[in-house]
């Protein structure tokens, strides 16, 4: 096969990384459902031992996640806050602090508050759309800034360029959580960033079957020690969730340009309705950071979060009355999911930040699938009239 560098990302994304399989080379690379792994002699085997150290399938899943990303293979984790986890695990020890954005996903909040606090890393969660911020919150003790851009559930952006200069400045890791754009769309490395975050559960596998995870870097002594805290607290992707990621891959570019297209057009009908108080969409002229969006993303996302002018109870009771989109956490699957952020993905966070976050008890967020565009408006217009908020 041609080098990486020569083909499109349509191409990688079917190619890039893939072996064939050594037995009968089938076109699919096989699943490798098993346990362990037989030796041929004491000391002697075929590069696979135990499971959750490695395994075939798994291995093949995490080439191609680096083809995308353009670094040396990933590691791939059981799920996406087993990559974040494992992450923090392998660069954070007792007394270290980390910077985090104000608006990252709620379970990575949680995992220092439940966790990391307790065993005496801190971290300080700053709005790090504000590059000063950023700065600002590092300590001697920071070894790492995570941000995630966009934001959930508001999109806010972060500048992954400028906060990686203050990285490199006071020598310390830059990790982007990329999870909403994936690597097809924002770039973190040719922008400067360390690490890249993904949960493959989300555009990567795009089907909504399987939960996951991935971590991508050049470092190879940093992926060394992500595959010695995977093994050591049994994160690792299962096999058969690996073979089936590796098939959902293949159609990534494809899958996002539908899903962008159809994204555009749902959120320029939103803001047009009189029912809408507010819309946010990086693609739209009144998105603050939209300048930024067209800097260091390729297209705005699939990701649309808006608010009713008639209010929480109207919001809810719009969710309620949906019918082909699906009242459902999570994003980046075929199937439109539409989700109120205050009750789920961020129940966890105090009432006070949530609303200083700009979380709204009323804010709907949309994960644009890849039904007709024209059938989503239609479920969302009957929703608002159902529910009397169309004016
Ligand atoms: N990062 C982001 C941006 C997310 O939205 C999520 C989950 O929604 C995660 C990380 C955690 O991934 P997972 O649910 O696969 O553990």
């Given at each position: ?10 191409t ?11 037995h009968?080379?089938s076109?699919l ?62 660069v ?61 559930p ?19 890791l ?27 559960t ?9 939960v ?15 595959r ?31 899903h962008?297209?159809?994204a555009?057009?749902?959120?320029g ?5 009189s ?9 739209l002229?009144?998105?603050p950071?939209?300048g ?24 809810i009771r ?14 980046g699957?075929?199937e ?11 129940a ?10 700009g ?33």
């Amino acid at each position: 096969m041609p080098s990486s560098r020569d083909l499109s990302v349509s191409t990688i994304a079917i190619h890039g990384g893939r072996t064939l399989d050594s037995h009968a080379s089938s076109i699919l690379f096989p699943l490798y459902q098993t346990s362990t792994f037989v030796h041929d002699a004491v000391g002697v085997d075929k590069g696979f031992s135990y499971s959750r150290v490695s395994n075939p399938t798994v291995d093949a899943l995490e080439k191609a996640i680096g083809a995308l990303e353009g670094t040396p293979p990933a590691v791939c984790f059981r799920t996406g806050m087993g990559a974040v986890t494992t992450l923090f695990l392998s660069v954070l020890r007792a007394g270290d602090h980390a910077v985090l954005s104000d608006v990252v996903y709620g379970g990575t909040m949680r995992i220092f508050h439940e966790v990391l606090y307790g065993i005496g890393i801190s971290g300080s969660f700053v709005d790090t759309s504000d590059p000063a911020q950023v700065e600002a919150a590092i300590t001697p003790a920071t070894r790492i800034i995570f941000i995630e851009t966009p934001g959930n559930p508001t999109l806010k952006l972060a500048d992954i360029e400028a906060v990686s200069q203050i990285a490199k400045r006071h020598s310390i890791l830059l990790a982007v959580d990329n999870t909403f754009l994936t690597p097809i769309l924002q770039k973190p490395f040719e922008l400067g960033a360390d690490i890249s975050v993904l949960s493959t559960t989300k555009y990567i596998d795009g089907h909504n079957a399987t939960v996951g995870g991935s971590l991508a870097t050049h470092d190879e002594k940093l992926l060394e020690r992500f595959r010695l805290i995977r093994k050591t607290i049994g994160s690792i992707q299962s096999p058969f969730e690996a073979w089936l990621v590796l098939q959902g891959i293949k159609t990534l570019p494809a899958r996002l340009k539908l899903h962008c297209e159809h994204a555009a057009e749902i959120a320029g009908w939103l803001e047009k309705h009189s029912a809408v108080d507010h819309v946010y969409y990086p693609g739209l002229d009144s998105f603050p950071q939209k300048g930024l969006a067209e800097k260091q993303q390729s297209a705005p996302g699939a990701m649309i979060a808006f608010e009713l002018k008639a209010g929480t109870e109207a919001a809810i009771r719009v969710l309620n009355s949906v019918q082909l989109c699906s009242r459902a956490e999570s994003l980046g699957g075929l199937e439109t999911l539409i989700t109120h952020p205050s009750s789920t993905t961020h129940a966890d966070v105090d009432p006070e930040l949530r609303r200083k976050l700009g979380i709204s008890d009323g804010l709907i967020r949309l994960s644009v699938g890849l039904e007709d565009a024209a059938d989503i408006i239609a479920d969302l217009e009957q929703a608002f009239a159902a529910t009397n908020c169309s004016e």
